[in-house]
């Protein structure tokens, strides 16, 4: 019930180039009630095609019983096919395959009532599909017939049967995922906070100095005798602030990085000489 019967036999089908393919004439729908409180007396008749489908669906209530009747064909010659089948299929897609009993001349029938069909098909909202479903070996094409639709009248009196559409996988709502928010900077309370903290450092660097005896009185001699590293390194750790500053208002590490590569480099190249100007004083014996 689960595989679809029709959709393999039209690709079997569909395998073979032939030229005649597989068909059908005399066909006939006959409903019977047994109930006699039923509003119809005599069995309805109705007549199909293999061009013609019935119009108006075909009403099956629960005393009653549709029989199917045809006569099939291998192009224009009254045959048995190896498989012949009444497939009746509900709006999802769930079918039931009832087999004809089909004679050498190619006259078959099949006969259903409301206790053939599966309980997914009998609680059905909508009116469900018959088709024919014909085919055999040979170089002749198989055939999927739609040739009515099944309205069921169910039986006010007797409880309706109890099912529960089982889990299905399918295709699922789109999901739209929201990304987290990018990392926000520290607040501004510990912000300030460390930079205080920082402050803080700047008069026990002055103390230091004072105790360790630094001289700014060579500053002038330092600067006119390595004028060019002295003030390039200086620059070179100013703009190192900068850069840090960059990051921290908000530039990406990876445009904070180069520029930090090619300050340090500076710093370095720089930093060598002005600092070795600075050795060279202390050898010298001048603090
Ligand atoms: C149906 O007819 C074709 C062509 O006339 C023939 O080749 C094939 O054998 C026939 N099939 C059967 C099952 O009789």
Redesign the pocket.
């Known amino acids: 019930m689960r595989v679809s019967i029709a959709s393999t036999l039209a690709l079997l089908a569909g395998a073979v180039s032939?030229?005649?393919s597989?068909g059908f004439s005399d066909g006939k729908v006959e409903v019977s009630s047994k109930s006699s409180s039923s509003s119809h007396s005599g069995p309805r008749t109705y007549t199909f095609t293999d061009k013609e489908r019935i119009k108006d669906a075909v009403t099956l209530g629960h005393a009653d019983k549709i029989k199917i009747s045809l006569t099939a064909k291998?192009?224009s010659?009254a045959?048995?096919?190896?498989q012949a089948f009444l497939l009746v299929k509900e709006a999802s897609g769930l079918e039931a395959p009832y087999a004809l009993s089909v004679k050498e001349s190619g006259k078959g029938s099949v006969e259903i009532t409301q206790r053939d069909l599966p309980v997914q098909l009998l609680t059905s909202q909508e009116p469900l599909e018959a088709s024919l479903v014909l085919g055999?070996?040979?170089?002749?094409k198989g055939s999927v017939t739609p040739v009515f639709d099944i309205n069921l009248e169910i039986d006010p009196n007797t409880p309706s049967p109890a099912y529960e559409a089982p889990l299905r996988y399918g295709k699922q709502p789109e999901i739209h995922h929201i990304f987290r928010a990018e990392p926000k900077n520290p607040p501004k309370i510990v912000s300030i906070a460390f930079a205080l903290a920082v402050l803080a450092t700047v008069p026990a660097l002055f103390i230091g100095w004072s105790l360790t005896g630094a001289n700014v009185a060579h500053l002038q001699k330092a600067l006119s005798v390595a004028p060019i590293s002295h003030i390039t390194f200086f620059g070179s750790i100013i703009s190192m602030e900068g850069v840090f500053f960059l990051y921290y208002s908000g530039w990406s590490l990876f445009a904070v990085l180069p520029i930090m590569g090619i300050v340090g480099i500076v710093a370095f190249l720089s930093g060598t000489k002005a600092l070795g100007e600075v050795q060279s004083r202390r050898l010298a014996g001048e603090r």
């Open positions: 032939a030229a005649s597989w291998n192009g010659k045959k048995r096919p190896h055999s070996f040979g170089s002749s």
